[in-house]
């Protein structure tokens, strides 16, 4: 049986949150990098395995799966068994992290999305007040969802805040201002760095890269 593979993109904070999963289950993967920003996501060879042209994508010996929450449950379920903390087996627990994956997917993602978009493809000196006051307010909703709990689906990690948690250390790095502005959010993160050594390991690099382009777009659309 050969390797799993992983279609990764360096600028994605969905390929991060599936990486940060891989290491926990100590799967022996083969990641295949992908550049968004020369088109190789929109060959023909690529669209042939992923029609979406999205990532990641992940090749498990010929079973071909995209969307990170798809990705990530898959490979909970296969590699860690049916019970796993991370995805217990409990219907209510299971429900409320699959409300979270769903979260991520309708509304973490879709907004830091338009203030890559705006920014770095559209050619706009600063992101719209409109994408920041809705990348702010999704920050705000998770501030809410933590003041009653240490991770967003009870008091033990989950799932939920692997896949959660990627998109509010972008919001970090390109929104700084709007992010400290919540101290649940901040200590959360914090707290999945003590709890996963190569958390930092993982995601620091590639905030590094997509830091550097969004900003050196900024720059460049100013002139």
């Not at 209510?92 to 907004?111: E, M, N, V, Y």
């Not at 809705?134 to 009653?148: V, Y």
Request: charged share 25%.
């Amino acid at each position: 049986m050969s390797k799993v593979i992983l279609y990764t993109s360096e600028l994605s904070p969905a390929t991060r949150s599936t990486k940060v999963l891989i290491q926990i289950l100590g799967i022996d993967v083969e990641y295949r990098p992908v550049n968004v920003l020369t088109g190789e996501q929109l060959k023909p060879e690529f669209l042939k395995i992923n029609p979406t042209h999205t990532l990641p994508t992940l090749d498990d010996n010929g079973f071909i799966l995209w969307d990170s929450h798809a990705i990530n449950t898959y490979l909970l379920t296969k590699f860690g068994g049916n019970n796993h903390e991370l995805y217990p087996s409990d219907i209510a627990q299971r429900a409320r992290i699959d409300q979270f994956l769903h979260f991520d997917g309708s509304t973490l993602f879709p907004r830091f999305g338009s203030l890559v978009v705006e920014v770095c493809f559209q050619g706009l000196p600063e992101v719209s007040e409109y994408s920041l006051n809705r990348a702010t307010e999704a920050l705000s909703f998770l501030n809410t969802f933590l003041e009653k709990s240490k991770y967003l689906a009870g008091d033990k990690l989950t799932i939920a805040d692997i896949s959660c948690a990627s998109v509010p250390l972008t919001f970090q790095r390109l929104i700084p201002n709007e992010y400290n502005k919540f101290g649940n959010v901040k200590a959360w993160i914090d707290r999945l760095r003590g709890e996963l050594p190569f958390f930092d390991e993982i995601h620091v690099e590639k905030l590094n890269a997509l830091e550097k382009f969004y900003f050196d777009k900024k720059v460049e659309n100013k002139k």
